[in-house]
């Protein structure tokens, strides 16, 4: 495990849904074995297209990306890793409560909030978007070792979230863009 991830290790709580997406070491640790399981270098670039009508997406990995239940049990998360676990790409969906009484514009603020929080960062951007018709919030978080772009979509009763963290150096890219770009609903 990298020095990076384990000063960065973080959990961007979304309090008011206990929705949660997190990086952890576990995570990082799981990715890193499968992708040298599967004799991938962390540095290779493989963009392949992955469906997941389950969870009702499509997206484009640079590596194939592990799937994991996240930490609110609440769905799942997709991941992979690069760089050396500098850089981390996700796609995670939750399903949102039933019961909750709140605009999907206060999701995206309740989520970009607790985010910043929990990474000590400071919110540099921040977008409103769509996709298909459905709601979307763009922002950008930044600390001293990381920076976190993520997109939102509400979309019925699931929240999904499309990020990629990574240092400074490497997540203004092309290939993060490209990444978050692919992100289509089913």
């Known amino acids: 495990m990298n ?6 290790r973080y959990s961007g709580v979304f309090v008011v849904l206990f929705v949660a997406f997190a990086v952890s ?24 297209h992955y469906r997941y009508d389950a ?15 996240n930490d609110s049990k609440t769905g799942t998360r997709y991941f ?28 995206f603020d309740d989520y970009r909030q607790g985010s910043a929080k929990a990474v000590k960062g ?7 978007v769509s996709l298909a018709g459905n709601p979307g919030r763009e922002f950008t978080i930044e600390n001293d070792t990381m920076v976190l772009r993520v997109r939102l979509y509400v979309v019925q009763r699931r929240l999904y979230q499309i990020l990629v963290v990574g240092t400074k150096d490497l997540i203004n890219s092309a290939e993060t863009e490209r990444f978050q770009s692919s992100f289509q609903l089913l």
């Open 25 to 48: 070491n576990d995570c990082m640790a799981h990715a890193a074995n499968a992708q040298t399981a599967n004799g991938q270098s962390q540095n290779s670039r493989n963009w392949k």
């Open 55 to 69: 969870d009702g997406f499509t997206a484009e990995f640079p590596t194939e990306p592990q799937a994991k239940e």
């Open 3 to 8: 020095r990076f991830f384990r000063i960065a």
């Open 80 to 107: 992979s890793q690069l760089e050396n676990g500098n850089l981390a790409y996700f796609v995670e969906v939750a399903l949102l409560p039933a019961n909750l009484n709140k605009t999907s514009q206060q999701i």
């Open 122 to 128: 400071q919110v540099k951007a921040v977008n409103d």
